[in-house]
């Protein structure tokens, strides 16, 4: 095995299936997906889950998810998982109090995570496991 922390390139190969990934556990995980029975969207989102876990610094669970994949059909989709607005906010609350931006610092410009609904949508309309078993991993 070679030292991960150094760039370079590790040689594969297979059959039947493969996964690639920054961490080890991460591309494990996406190919025992496969080996279960789950497909190429099913094994990316739970390499994706891992990967929130082993390298946070990298991505995580509180942040957005954006997709391009093709579709059973030969058609290109695409889904963006980005974070929404709170529910509760207005434009017209905002101007009521005297905003007229939103500035990176604000605490108006946070928004709520989308990774967890993309995931759950993309294994739900283009997997064959439910998010239980992706993510069981």
């Given at each position: 095995m070679r030292t991960l922390d150094?760039?370079?390139?590790?040689?594969?190969?297979?059959?039947n299936g493969m996964a690639a990934t920054?961490?080890?556990?991460?591309?494990?995980?996406?190919?025992?997906v496969l080996q279960d029975g789950g497909n190429a969207m099913d094994a990316a989102?739970?390499?994706?889950?891992?990967?929130?876990?082993?390298?946070?610094?990298?991505?995580?669970?509180?942040?957005?998810?954006?997709?391009?994949?093709?579709?059973?059909?030969?058609?290109?989709?695409a889904y963006n998982g980005s974070g929404r607005a709170p529910a509760a906010l207005t434009a017209e609350q905002l101007l009521?109090?005297?905003?007229?931006?939103?500035?990176?610092?604000?605490p108006h410009a946070v928004t709520v995570p989308g990774a967890v609904e993309?995931?759950?949508r993309l294994v739900a309309e283009h997997?064959?496991?439910?998010?239980?078993?992706?993510?069981?991993p």
């Open positions: 150094l760039p370079g390139r590790s040689p594969v190969r297979s059959l920054s961490h080890p556990l991460s591309t494990m995980t996406a190919i025992q989102v739970a390499a994706c889950a891992v990967q929130c876990v082993v390298e946070p610094m990298s991505t995580g669970i509180g942040g957005d998810c954006f997709a391009i994949i093709a579709t059973r059909e030969g058609k290109v989709a009521a109090a005297g905003e007229t931006a939103i500035g990176e610092t604000t993309a995931w759950a997997g064959r496991l439910g998010l239980d078993r992706v993510l069981a």
